[in-house]
């Protein structure tokens, strides 16, 4: 099946600092990809949708300047956390579309934020 | 998205079936019934999906009933690597959608 690649898997950084979480469709092009975020014993929340070659389209309630989307290329989507403060701590996990009519999403592993 | 409504837990034993239910009453005629499961800091993973007939594949099968108010999945032979929280969520075809997660089951195989 389709593979979704994150990089990096888990990132501990100080208050303030900015992060740069990628996600990656491996096998298959993605011109749309989601990016959710899970607290602890909580279920996933969609933050963001990704859309190559425009702007991503935010959830009610998330900052679009805090939480910088790039959709760079068919295969490769940026999560920036800007400015990061501990509350910002989650597990932030990504999803593409399947190609070829297939009607399912594939996840990528996550990647645990950890901030300080 | 319909709204589903799941058991928060379930334990299986280890080597039988694993029957997880999920009721959506408020479906719409056109909207699926997908099944995705998370294995503990991991991200979700497909498992099967279906819009009233009955569905098998070699991770499970779903029955829906013929109302498709509610549905099950059913494991067929659980094992401790399917320990996870399964998520049933109704929405319309097409893969190119956000999904929206509700609390799901935490389905504990006991070995």
């Known amino acids: 099946g389709a593979v979704v690649s994150q990089h990096p898997s888990r990132v501990i950084c100080k208050s303030g600092t900015s992060v740069k979480i990628e996600c990656r469709s491996l096998?298959?092009?993605?011109?749309?990809m989601f990016w959710y975020r899970q607290f602890p014993k909580k279920s996933l929340m969609l933050m963001a949708t990704s859309n190559e070659g425009s702007k991503a389209t935010y959830e009610q309630g998330v900052e679009k300047d805090k939480f910088l989307i790039n959709h760079a290329s068919l295969t490769l989507s940026t999560l920036t956390v800007t400015s990061a403060h501990p509350e910002d701590s989650s597990f932030y996990i990504c999803?593409?579309?399947?190609?070829?009519?297939?009607?399912?999403?594939?996840f990528g592993p996550g990647t645990r934020l950890t901030v300080l | 998205d319909a709204k589903t409504t799941q058991p928060t837990s379930m334990d299986c034993a280890e080597g039988r079936a694993a029957n997880l239910p999920c009721n959506h009453s408020?479906?719409?005629?056109?909207?699926?019934v997908y099944w995705y499961r998370q294995i503990h800091s991991q991200g979700p993973q497909y498992i099967i999906h279906g819009l009233k007939n009955n569905e098998t594949n070699e991770m499970a099968s779903l029955i829906i009933t013929e109302d498709r108010k509610s549905s099950t999945l059913i494991l067929p032979h659980a094992t401790l690597r399917d320990t996870a929280v399964y998520y049933c969520i109704g929405g319309s075809s097409g893969s190119a959608r956000q999904l929206t997660f509700g609390s799901g089951t935490q389905l504990t195989v006991l070995p």
């Open positions: 999803s593409a579309p399947g190609s070829g009519g297939t009607d399912t999403q594939y």
């Open positions: 408020t479906i719409s005629g056109n909207e699926y």
């Open positions: 096998d298959f092009q993605a011109t749309t």
